[in-house]
């Protein structure tokens, strides 16, 4: 054997050695847990044949607790870069086989190491994680390989997509570095978010409380807020990944791909979809069905704070978010939690050159003490301050009702939006009817015989003057009163006139936003 064939020999005896992770006996286990392997994942959500491994054979330097007599094969993670849809991306997948994929400083270094490989290269950063969070041999050690991730998040934030998937239990830095990025996707039975697990929880508090019920899924698909996709599967959620980075573009700089226009194809038509009673719920996203290209929408953030429908849509083949209240629940109302969603999906579009449009129909902000307590001030400011800071194209279209502070936070002509659109059935005004005759019509109504037919009388005397669009639509803060069969149309006729638009903000280090 030549000295070349035996290198060879060797470099693929090693590879084979590192690519058993912590060997068959863990992997059955992770399988026995329906879990794929990490380069399973890797190869699974990457093009076929594009993924190229980097750093395989990176060792710990942990010499405490026994670890110099440990092999941990690439430290527990798997990083490299590859491709989807023949675009760059850059990758990592912990290896839950080798010492529960925990993170030790030299595994931190792959990571941080791809992710400036990312930041450079301007393209999405990809992490797959499944561990047990900073390494407990290492100490701080671990600790610092988890700032340094945090820290590149943030510098990363805006400028790359991020994009985290949570495959196994995640403990500590494991859940905190995906809550600094975009978008995190969870898998039913499989993920596991928590910072402190259920053995702290049991020493500290002395209460019992299994992994699923403190971190399931489904608790941070429905409750938290923390994920934004759920999937039955690893596969769907790799099905899910794919289909979100087909809508967003690989950075800052960059506009999404076109692709090219279709028709919307539901079978529906938009002006029966909405009650003319204004107290008939819908679903707002059959709305969006009847506008968007080929009736394709992907919902972000689905089951959490359902009362506002925020996703990626495409018009006339470009990407486009929507921030729609949703009247079937909670009657669209904003709070605490859909203010939050909505805040943050404008900041991703605005910093990723993706137009918003807003389909607007809330009585307002949720009123009583929980929500009061809970801070809805600051809570609702957030999407003031998300909507002014936006300048990308914002156009709005006030389908029912726009009452008080909701008329003002979505979108209105007064945060800066580049086009206002108001169906006839609109109600503009500080408060609905019935609430605002009974304030200012209270002595009246007292005072009257009927107090009934006097509160009816004032409402319609309301409802007459203020309960439509026409007024706004006479000061100008609403620039065209359409019918519901035009808003196709005129939605893309305001993106098409405003594909160049340039619009500056106040020089300044950064703003403020009330977290
Ligand atoms: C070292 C770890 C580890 C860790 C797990 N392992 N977590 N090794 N450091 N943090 C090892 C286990 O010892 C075990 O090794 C293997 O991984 C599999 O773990 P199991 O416990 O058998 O698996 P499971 O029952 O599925 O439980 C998974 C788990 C649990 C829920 C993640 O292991 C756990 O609670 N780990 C500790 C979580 C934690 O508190 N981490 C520190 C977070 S602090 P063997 O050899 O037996 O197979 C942090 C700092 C950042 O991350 C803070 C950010 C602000």
Redesign the pocket.
Known sequence: MTDLNKNIQTLRQKKAVAEMGGGEA?IEKQVAMGKLTARERILALLDAHSFHEYDMFVKHDGRDFGMDKKDFPGDGVVTGTGTIFGAPVCIYAQD?TV??G??GLQHARKITKIMDHALKMRCPIIGINDS??????EGVQ??AG?GEIFYRNTLASGVIPQISLILG?C????V?SPALTDFVFVVENIS?MFI??P??IKTVLGEDIS?EDLGGARVHAEITGNAHFYACSEQECFEQIKRLVHFIPWNNTERSKSVPPKEPCVRLNIEDVVPSDPRQPYDVRDVIRCIVDASDFLEVQQLWAANIVVGFGRMHGETVGFVANQPMVLAGVLDCDSSDKAARFIRFCDSFNIPIITLEDMPGYLPGVDQEHAGVIRHGAKVLYAYSEATVPKITVILRKAYGGGYIAMNSRHLGADFMFAWPSAEIAVMGPEGAANIIFRKEIMEAEDEDAMRREKVGEYIEKFANPFVAASKGFIDSVIEPKETRALLLHALEVSVLKEEFRPAKKHGLPPF
């Open positions: 863990a839950f010492a529960g925990s993170l047990g969070g900073a390494r407990i041999q671990a600790l988890y239990p403990a500590g830095g494991a905190y596991k402190t697990g053995n702290v992994m």
